[in-house]
C-alpha cells in the first residue's frame, strides 16, 4: 500500500518562502515520476513542478513558477520537496503531491498554502 503525505504548507507574505515536503512509504520499486500540483478555490488541479526517474532525472515547472519554484528529491525517492520562493498571493491554493507507479497515480491529502498580500 502506497501513502503519500505533504507537509510545509502555511500562511506566509508576498515575497516569502516555503518548503513543502511529500513522504512515500510502501513499495516504490516501479516509480516513474514525484510531482507537485495545487488547486485554487473554484479552479482546476494544475501540474506545479514534476520530475521524472530517468537516466537524466530532468524536472519540469509551469510557466508561472519557473525561476520561483523548485523541486527536489532524496536519492531513494523516498522524499520530494518543493522550494517556493517569491511567493505571491496567486500562489495560494491547495499543493499536492503526486507519486506515478506503473501509470497509477497517488496522492496526498494537500498541504494549504496560503500567500497575503
Known amino acids: 500500500q502506497v501513502q503519500v503525505v505533504e507537509s510545509g504548507g502555511d500562511l506566509v507574505q508576498a515575497g516569502g518562502s516555503l518548503k513543502l515536503s511529500c513522504e512515500v512509504s510502501g513499495s516504490i520499486v516501479t516509480l516513474s515520476a514525484m510531482g507537485w500540483f495545487r488547486q485554487a478555490p473554484g479552479k482546476q488541479r494544475e501540474l506545479v513542478a514534476v520530475?521524472?526517474?530517468?537516466?537524466?532525472?530532468?524536472?519540469n515547472y509551469a510557466d508561472s513558477v519557473r525561476g520561483r519554484f523548485s523541486i527536489s528529491r532524496t536519492g531513494a525517492w523516498k522524499t520530494s520537496y518543493l522550494q517556493m520562493n517569491d511567493l505571491k498571493p496567486e500562489d495560494t491554493a491547495v499543493y499536492y503531491c503526486n507519486v506515478r507507479l506503473s501509470n497509477q497515480d497517488y496522492w496526498g491529502q494537500g498541504t494549504q498554502v496560503t500567500v497575503s498580500s
Open positions: 520530475i521524472t526517474k530517468s537516466a537524466r532525472s530532468t524536472a
